[in-house]
């Protein structure tokens, strides 16, 4: 069974906290995705891969989800 909690997050709740999608004017927060390996702007829909606990906010790394 999974956890859900915030317990076994792969990046810090602070870090979270201030990260912000580096392709939109406006810098929206983004959100971790239900598989906890992607950070994903709501505006864009850019997918930002999480690697070995690292977020990389790279426009070139990013994955264009669709709606």
Same mark, same amino acid.
């Given at each position: 069974?999974?956890?859900?909690? !915030?317990?076994?997050? &792969?990046?810090?709740?602070?870090?979270?906290?201030?990260?912000?999608?580096?392709? $939109? %004017?406006?810098?929206?927060? #983004?959100?971790? !995705? %239900?598989? @906890?390996?992607?950070? =994903? $702007?709501? =505006? $864009?829909? @850019? =997918?930002? &891969?999480? =690697?070995?606990?690292?977020? #990389?906010?790279? !426009? %070139?790394?990013?994955?264009? %989800?669709?709606?």
């Amino acid at each position: 069974m999974v956890d859900s909690g !915030t317990s076994e997050l &792969p990046i810090s709740e602070e870090l979270l906290k201030i990260l912000a999608c580096p392709a $939109c %004017d406006e810098r929206p927060a #983004v959100e971790l !995705t %239900d598989d @906890r390996e992607y950070l =994903k $702007c709501a =505006k $864009c829909q @850019r =997918k930002y &891969p999480i =690697k070995d606990g690292i977020p #990389v906010m790279l !426009t %070139d790394e990013a994955i264009i %989800d669709g709606p």
